[in-house]
Nanobody, 121 residues
Framework: QVQLVESGGGLVEPGGSLRLSCAASGVILRINTMGWYRQAPGKEREMVAR???????NYLDSVKGRFTISRDNARRTVYLQMNSLQPDDTGVYYCNADIQTRTYHPYVTTWGQGTPVTVSS
């Protein structure tokens, strides 16, 4: 069974930094796009950043210049470095990846369980 496990969330003061990690495990043939989404209380889940296998990156406009997404394909891990955090960045952050487990099988979008991030003084 394929799993995505996030870590690195927590409580931080405004202006602080956190680094999130998400590691994929299980029977995996290939991983395509990996990304981070977040959901604030009372709001819909939104894409924060995503990265393709070739390094193409997209960011939510409000995090550009503050957040950096990267991936380590050998470790099947995606990271999100978050700097200059603001209270509006508060939410549960979810890892997401398109994973193929067997040849000729389709890629399946897989989600992690989420890690909470709270930005508050």
């Amino acid at each position: 069974q394929v799993q995505l496990v996030e870590s690195g969330g927590g409580l931080v003061e405004p202006g602080g930094s956190l680094r999130l990690s998400c590691a994929a495990s299980g029977v995996i043939l290939r991983i395509n796009t990996m990304g981070w989404y977040r959901q604030a209380p009372g709001k819909e889940r939104e894409m924060v950043a995503r990265i393709s296998t070739t390094g193409l990156i997209n960011y939510l406009d409000s995090v550009k210049g503050r957040f950096t997404i990267s991936r380590d394909n050998a470790r099947r891990t995606v990271y999100l470095q978050m700097n200059s955090l603001q209270p509006d960045d508060t939410g549960v952050y979810y890892c997401n990846a398109d994973i193929q487990t067997r040849t000729y099988h389709p890629y399946v979008t897989t989600w992690g369980q989420g890690t909470p991030v709270t930005v508050s003084s």
